[in-house]
């Protein structure tokens, strides 16, 4: 009889533990932004943002800039883009400044600002071509620009083939000093490894701003992407 009521027990048992596996499940969900996110860096899409709402109550005129650097320390300035961080309703006529006050489109009325930017970004994505890369720098709700890269191909050493490969890091951001270059982000070429016959990109995962880096001294060809940042005068 106890026997019985072992072999009972244990069947039960048996049968609530497959019944506990049973009702877990796997459930669809919708995917969200975080989860593209590997996607799109594999692709070729990379961006970094910068917070700049410390400069909010006064009108900045930030100019950003691209250079070029080739087997050199000594880099040229290839593009330009100036943009303010805010727009002011005084700068509007009284017509236009009535009708931005009747539609409360003004973010802060009682400062008197019409549009502010918070955040700058420098962002890429690919060209047209293998050759070619696409980097996008502005100040959101403020402007943008896009400036076209010219990449170089590197030739593998034991192949005819060549590759355009190239990786972007951020730099290390230091004190602010108005009007001076800030460096934001290093997108540079992989370079050859002539001992194993591969292309490499390895280093730290910031650039220093004094542009002492191993990345500096390996890579053949690189740009800076960076801003400089001026109090503009009042209106």
Known sequence: MRMKKSVCLFGILSLWMVMSVSAQSLKQQEATMEDYLPLLQASGYQVYSFDISEFADESYLLTFKVKEYTDSIKGKEVGKFKVSNRSMIH?????????????????????????????????????????????????????????????????????????????????????????????????????????????????????????????????????????EIQKMSAK
């Open 91 to 227: 700068e509007f006529s009284e017509e236009s400044q009535r009708r931005i006050l009747a539609k409360g489109t003004a973010v802060d009325v009682e400062k008197g600002i019409y549009r502010l930017g918070t955040k700058l970004y420098v962002s890429f994505r690919p060209g047209n071509t293998d050759s070619t890369k696409v980097v996008h720098m502005g100040v959101d709700g403020m402007g943008e620009s896009a400036r076209m890269l010219n990449l170089k191909g590197l030739k593998f050493p034991k192949s005819d083939k060549v590759d355009y490969c190239y990786e972007s890091r951020p730099f290390i951001l230091d004190k602010f000093e108005e009007g001076k270059f800030i460096p934001l982000v290093f997108f540079a070429s992989f370079w050859v490894d002539e001992k194993y016959g591969f292309l490499r990109f390895c280093g730290a995962q910031e650039i220093s701003s004094t542009m002492e880096s191993d990345y500096i001294e390996n890579t053949p060809h690189f740009y800076v992407i960076g801003v």
